[in-house]
């Protein structure tokens, strides 16, 4: 008798440890995690930002005090906190250059389920050239009964890449230049982080070279200003930009770099000093 009811109190325990343990994966909240791309030289320290946000009566929140991982090649490489506003920072240090994927996700003794995402991080010898690529300049233009975004999303709903954009860019790239993707930012999309990721998948399906994407406000003024942060930072290799605007290649000009307009702008949208190329055969031709 003795026996059995110390074995129904085993039970018992392990029941209520058991239920314990379902309720408690259960108590868990569903998250989502945003992660953009960072640039680094070797030896250098990368900032990595991530961002984990929650649902509350259909809005997003910020959630504050999770621990997020930071993953290269699958091993846990360093691990931060998030803030009251939902950003984690996260910093690694890579000594070869290349383009390196990584991955951020929640740590396991979150309250949060379990989610990631990933980027790339760009480790870049500060003295090789850098090309500024308009992802507009990628894409064909959208036609009256085709897709109007300006910025790609699925394959279906996105607008096709220019005639030889991506081997054209490629070979430029293979052995020269490192590239910079410019990207609009467009509320419509989505947020800044959702546009680098659809940014990153139409590059990935189009074949194009692998490079650093940055999503830039809608303000004409934002390249500018990202340009003059890049060359305060160090990246003073950054001297020609290729795009499809009128303002991107202003832009450029202001500064004293090169600009190369493509495919073929309508007459008197070329700003006097800037190259046309008519496709993007003729872009290299240009450089």
């Known amino acids: 008798m003795g026996i059995f009811l110390r074995r129904a109190g085993f039970f018992t325990v392990l029941l209520f440890w058991t239920t314990t343990t379902i309720l408690s994966a259960a108590d ?27 649902k509350s009566l259909r809005t997003e929140i910020p959630l504050g005090g ?33 383009s390196v994927p990584f991955t951020v996700r929640v740590a396991t003794a979150s309250r949060v389920v379990v989610v990631e995402a990933g980027a790339n991080l760009a480790v870049w010898e500060r003295r090789t050239p850098i090309i500024a690529v308009e992802m507009a300049s990628l894409m ?62 139409w590059l990935s399906d189009h074949k194009f070279p692998v490079g650093h994407i940055l999503v830039l406000p ?45 495919p073929e702008p309508a007459r008197g949208e070329a700003p006097r000093k800037a190259k046309v190329a008519k496709e993007w055969k003729d872009v290299r031709k240009k450089m």
Not at 83 to 91: E, K
Not at 154 to 175: I, W, Y
Not at 180 to 186: A, G, Q, S
């Open 140 to 201: 064909e233009a959208p036609t009256a009964q085709g897709p109007t975004a300006t910025l790609p999303g699925k394959d279906a709903e996105g607008r096709q890449p220019m005639p030889d954009a991506a081997s054209e860019l490629g070979k430029l790239t293979q052995f020269y230049y490192n590239v910079l993707y410019v990207v609009t930012e467009d509320k419509a999309v989505g947020s800044n982080d959702q546009v680098n990721a659809q940014a990153r998948q």
């Open 66 to 98: 999770e621990p997020i991982e930071l993953l290269i090649a699958g091993n846990v490489v360093a691990t931060a906190m998030t803030g009251g506003d939902g950003r984690a920072i996260l910093s690694y240090i890579l000594k070869a250059k290349g």
């Open 218 to 262: 809608s303000d004409p003024a934002a390249v500018g200003t990202k340009l003059d942060e890049l060359h305060a930072a160090g990246w003073k290799t950054l001297k020609i930009g290729v795009g499809r605007t009128k303002t991107f290649a202003e832009t450029f000009l202001q500064r004293r770099l090169d600009a190369v307009m493509v």
């Open 28 to 54: 868990k909240i569903s998250g989502t995690l945003t992660v953009h791309d960072s640039l680094t030289a070797p030896t250098q320290p990368a900032t990595i930002e991530a961002t984990l946000t929650g």
